[in-house]
C-alpha cells in the first residue's frame, strides 16, 4: 500500500494550479484567433468590418486585460523577486502596455485596413506573450516553490471558470451535466428534447469549428443546448459580430463543472 506524503500532495495541487491556468491561455489564445480572423476576413470580402472589429474589442476589454491586470498583480510581482525572472517580468509588463494601445488603436480604427492590421498585431503579440509565460514564467515559478494556490486563490480571470470548485451535488439526477440523464427522463415524460451538442471530449482545436456548423444548420426559429467545460463566453463576441441580431443566448448552467447554454437563430 502506497502513502501519499504531504510533498506529492503539494506537487499535485501545483500541476493542478499550473494546467488551469495554461488551459485557460489556450482559451483566450482560440478566442482571439477567432476574432482577429473573423476581422481580416470581414475585410478580405470587403464587407463591414465594424461588427467583427467592435466584437473583439469587447473581448479584449472583458476578457484578455483584466487577465493581464490579474497577472501583473499576483504572479509577476512574485517573478519580480526572483533573479531568473526580473528582466522577463519587466519586459512583459511592458508588453501589456503595448497590448493596451493595440486594443485602443483597434477601437479608433475607422478603415478595415487599419482595423486588420490592428487586430493582427493584437494577436501576434498575445500569442508570443502566452508563449513566455508557459515556456519561461511559469516554469520558473514552480522551481522556486511559490505555492500558486494560495497565491492565485479566487482568481478566475487567471484560472479560468470552475477550477477546483466542488462538483454539484447529484450530478446525475440529472441537473444538465450532459450525460442524458435529463433528455430520458424528459422523454419519458413526453416532452419535446433538445440534442445537446457535447464539446467536453472534443480537442480544443476542433470546438468552434463543430459549434459553428452548429449554428449554421439552424433554421431560423431553431436552438441548440451547447454543453462545454467552461465558459464559452468569448464564442459569443464571435457569434455577435458574424451574425448581428441573429442569434440569441441563453446560459442553463454555468458551472463550476459544466455549462450550459441554448444558441438560437432568429433570422
Known sequence: MSLTTPEATQQHGQDDVVDAIR???EQLEQAVAAGALSVRDAADR???VAPARDALVLLLLQEVLPHAAAEESTLYDVAATLPRTELLVRAMVAEHRRLEGLVNELAR???SGAMAASAGAVR?????HLAKENDDLLPELVAHDVDLARL???M????????DEP???GGCGCGGCGCGGGAEAAADAGLEVEADLDVRAMPPALRHEQIFAAVADLPPGGSFVLCNDHDPKPLRYQLDAERPGQITWDYLEEGPQ???VRIGRTA
Open 46 to 48: 470587403l464587407g463591414d
Open 109 to 111: 480604427a475607422r478603415t
Open 258 to 260: 459544466v455549462w450550459r
Open 152 to 154: 492565485l486563490e479566487g
Open 156 to 163: 478566475h480571470e487567471i484560472l479560468g471558470g470552475g477550477h
Open 124 to 128: 501576434a503579440l498575445f500569442e508570443a
Open 167 to 169: 462538483a454539484a451535488e
Open 23 to 25: 488551459r485557460h491561455h
